[in-house]
Structure formats: structure tokens, C-alpha cells
């Protein structure tokens, strides 16, 4: 089992930037996809973005395209979300998420593709 970490939210106007970070531990990092999600107020947890093992492969929610970035540091364990031109409507609980066995995923954007999951961090953007 990996445990996950999130760190980096906070509140910000619109327009703001904001970079969260989830940091693994209990297993090989490098060997499973990670991936965000997001649950806003009364809604249904969202996916918003995902990346390979390696990096090469990245996937965005369209409402974040453009505007959020996803990365990882397979040598820190550790996968970034650097989140630009915020709105309010993007006021939510972040969720880092592993995928433990990536190869056998076939839809990357389900939450029920990951295995693991971190506490989660609010982000809440001000108009």
C-alpha cells in the first residue's frame, strides 16, 4: 500500500496561482500513474489531471487545460499540480490519487482506476 500526503492549498483571488504537492511513501513511486481529482461543494469527486510512470504520458480534465499543470519528481516521490488563472468555480478539495497496476487501467479519468489516496488540501478561490 502507498500512503499519499497533499500540501499547497490555500485561498486565493481569481487570477491567482497555487501549487499543491503529494508526496508518497510505502512503495515504489515511479512504478504507478498519480493522479488529481477534485470535489467541489455538493458535487461528485472530479477527475482534473494524470501522469505516467514516466512522465510522458499526461491527461487533463478540459475545464483545466491551459491553466493546470501536472508533473512529478520520481527521485523525491513526489507529484506536483501548479494550478494558474484560478476561478472561483475551481474551489475545492484537492485529492492525489496512485494507480498501483497503471498497465491494466483502461479508463484513466475513473476514481475507481486508483488504488490509493491522500487526506486531501481545500483550495477556495475569491472573486
Known amino acids: 500500500q502507498v500512503q499519499l500526503a497533499e500540501s499547497g492549498g490555500g485561498s486565493v483571488q481569481a487570477g491567482g496561482s497555487l501549487r499543491l504537492s503529494c508526496t508518497a511513501s510505502?512503495?515504489?513511486?515511479?512504478?504507478?500513474?498519480m493522479g488529481w481529482f477534485r470535489r467541489a461543494p455538493g458535487k461528485e469527486r472530479e477527475f482534473v489531471a494524470r501522469i505516467s510512470r514516466s512522465g510522458s504520458t499526461i491527461t487533463y480534465a478540459d475545464v483545466v487545460k491551459g491553466r493546470f499543470t501536472i508533473s512529478r519528481d520520481n527521485i523525491k516521490s513526489t507529484v506536483y499540480l501548479q494550478m494558474n488563472s484560478l476561478k472561483p468555480e475551481d474551489t475545492a478539495v484537492y485529492y492525489c490519487?496512485?494507480?498501483?497496476?497503471?498497465?491494466?487501467?483502461?479508463?484513466?479519468?475513473?476514481?475507481?482506476?486508483?488504488?490509493?489516496w491522500g487526506q486531501g488540501t481545500q483550495v477556495t478561490v475569491s472573486s
Open positions: 490519487a496512485a494507480d498501483i497496476n497503471p498497465s491494466r487501467t483502461i479508463v484513466r479519468t475513473a476514481t475507481t482506476s486508483y488504488d490509493s
Open positions: 510505502g512503495r515504489s513511486f515511479s512504478s504507478f500513474a
